[in-house]
């Protein structure tokens, strides 16, 4: 496996602490009977931790849903682009950031176009998720982009060829842009323009949500914040076997080929999961037109759509407040800035994790445990592993079966070697 870059080993070595009770826990005890139970530290991944992965798609959905979009139809834009120009989204931001720009001019364009009474002037509001993987632990940058159906409040009416002609006006702005920036040759981008279909560039926009299906929003939600690869798919096979051990990996629908399942070595899961991370200090999902954070209208529309739409405040507000004084009647706080450890929780297993499982009281966390010598001497007593489990050394470079003389046979002294061949260097006449 070549090398990395260290973002992508402290994910791997990040990931290597996560939940272990070990390195460091939480413990929460009822008030009431007693009750405790210990909650290990998470190690907040952005490529290969499961948990810490499905805790941010779910925070990020409950954040959307209840704090940002309003209660207005919602449609799902998504732009794939040839493999070609693949590798310079996925190494340059700048570069992503452009063709993404050119997208949602586009899909401005044609939503002002769709709404006869919208003026020039009239703005979208989007939000708009970067893909660098693809659904086979393959490396496939794409931009996934939610936008509210319309201008504001404008009805729009849109088909299949409207979404038809906006991918020919993408396909052409962003080859036109690479080729203005030296990136791609004037042969390139003609080549691309000559393939079959659409030249590698495709646009789906099929999948829209009704204003009161706020269920079904945070669904696609989910779907669009999702991490690269799923648990449940993921199975070790030939443990202590001659062969090796191998990662199988089930897709989830057959590829072209008719491969339904994926057969890795070790080495090989990890190079395609160092390929996935997202690079540090750039945002996975971003904010456009009205619902961006500098946008003036962005709170009177949200606003606005919770009038209008008649919704009451977050699902989430409720479960936060029902997890800590483990009854419904609380009030919801005024104001929150991330959603809780236990509304995530409750949002994805439908279970209060802080209501006593034993008397129904509120639990609430006692102590955060990090000295090693305490540590251990609780876990002892609870009688679970008071260490962290070793790590395998590294292994040593593999040896290949080409016979080479790798010995250290040579002796200054020996006198030059004769050439099997003679050749005639003299200078001609």
């Known amino acids: ?216 929003l945070e669904r696609l939600l989910r779907y669009c914040a999702r991490p690269p690869f799923a648990l449940e798919r993921l199975e070790a096979t030939g443990y202590g076997a001659p062969g090796g051990e191998h990662i199988v990996y089930r897709l989830p629908h057959p590829a072209p080929d008719g491969t339904t399942a994926l057969s890795l070595t070790p080495l090989e899961f990890l190079e395609r999961l160092a390929l996935l991370i997202h690079p540090p200090r750039i945002h996975r999902h971003r904010y456009h037109g009205v619902l961006a954070p500098n946008a003036k209208l962005r709170y009177q529309v949200i606003a606005l759509g919770r009038e209008l739409g008649g919704v009451e405040e977050s699902t989430s507000e409720q479960l936060d407040a029902q997890s800590i004084t483990g009854s419904s009647d609380g009030a919801a706080p005024g104001r929150r800035t991330s959603s809780r450890w236990a509304a995530l929780i409750a949002r994805i297993y439908e279970v209060l994790p802080l209501v006593c499982p034993s008397c129904g009281g509120s639990m609430s966390f006692i102590a955060f445990i990090t000295d090693p010598i305490p540590l251990r001497a609780i876990l002892s007593y609870l009688d679970l592993p008071s260490r962290p489990p070793l790590l395998s050394p590294a292994r040593a470079p593999p040896q290949t079966d080409f016979g080479f003389d790798q010995s250290s046979g040579f002796d200054p002294t020996d006198p030059e070697p004769i050439p099997k061949l003679e050749f005639d260097q003299s200078v001609p006449d």
């Open 1 to 216: 496996m070549a090398g990395v870059p260290s973002w992508v080993e402290r994910d791997f070595r990040a990931y290597l602490r996560c939940g272990i009770l070990a390195h460091g826990l939480a413990r929460a005890c009822c008030s009431g009977c007693g009750y405790d139970f210990l909650v290990a530290f998470s190690c907040k991944g952005r490529g290969v931790c499961p948990s810490c992965n499905a805790r941010r798609m779910v925070e990020t959905a409950a954040h959307l849903v209840d704090q940002v979009l309003p209660p207005l139809p919602v449609r799902q834009w998504v732009l794939s682009v040839p493999k070609r120009i693949r590798p310079f989204l996925r190494h340059n931001p700048a570069i992503a950031g452009a063709v993404l720009h050119i997208f949602l001019r586009a899909i401005r364009t044609t939503l002002r176009q769709a709404s006869p009474e919208a003026g020039p002037e009239a703005q979208i509001g989007t939000i708009s998720f970067l893909h660098r993987f693809g659904s086979s632990l393959n490396a496939h940058f794409h931009f996934h982009v939610c936008v509210i159906d319309g201008v504001f409040y404008e009805a729009t009416h849109l088909t299949a060829s409207d979404w038809g002609e906006l991918q020919d006006t993408v396909r052409h702005r962003v080859l036109r842009y690479f080729q203005r920036h030296g990136l791609l040759e004037r042969h390139v981008t003609d080549d691309i323009l000559t393939w079959q279909a659409s030249g590698g560039f495709s646009i789906d926009a099929s999948v829209h949500i009704a204003a009161r299906d706020r269920a079904g």
